[in-house]
Nanobody, 126 residues
Framework: QVQLVESGGGSVQSGGSLRLSCAAS????????MGWFRQALGKEREWVAI???????TYADSVKGRFTISQDNAKNTLYLDMNSLQPEDTAIYYC????????????????????WGQGTQVTVSS
């Protein structure tokens, strides 16, 4: 059974930084996409950043230039470095994994992912 476990959330002031980690166990697929999504209170879950097995990445406009997604394949860990955090970044952040690669498109919808972590809370105060 594949498991995704997020960590690294917390409370920071506006302008601060956090690094989220997602440890993947028993996820041994060679072609995949992994992504970070977030859900603010009262809002729908939205995608934040996605990376594929070749290292290609894409970011939502709201985080472009501030957030960086990366992966350490040796550690089976996905990261999200978040800088210049703003109150509107406050949300529960989820790690997700999709089995199978993509070509010419990005899976931006949550139903396109096979596995999810339990989420980690990020709170940014002004």
């Amino acid at each position: 059974q594949v498991q995704l476990v997020e960590s690294g959330g917390g409370s920071v002031q506006s302008g601060g930084s956090l690094r989220l980690s997602c440890a993947a166990s028993r996820f041994t697929y060679s072609t995949y996409c992994m992504g970070w999504f977030r859900q603010a209170l009262g809002k729908e879950r939205e995608w934040v950043a996605i990376i594929d097995d070749e290292g290609s990445r894409t970011y939502a406009d709201s985080v472009k230039g501030r957030f960086t997604i990366s992966q350490d394949n040796a550690k089976n860990t996905l990261y999200l470095d978040m800088n210049s955090l703003q109150p509107e970044d406050t949300a529960i952040y989820y790690c997700a994994a999709r089995v199978g690669g993509v070509s010419g498109w990005w899976p931006l919808r949550d139903f396109q992912y096979n596995y999810w972590g339990q989420g980690t809370q990020v709170t940014v105060s002004s």
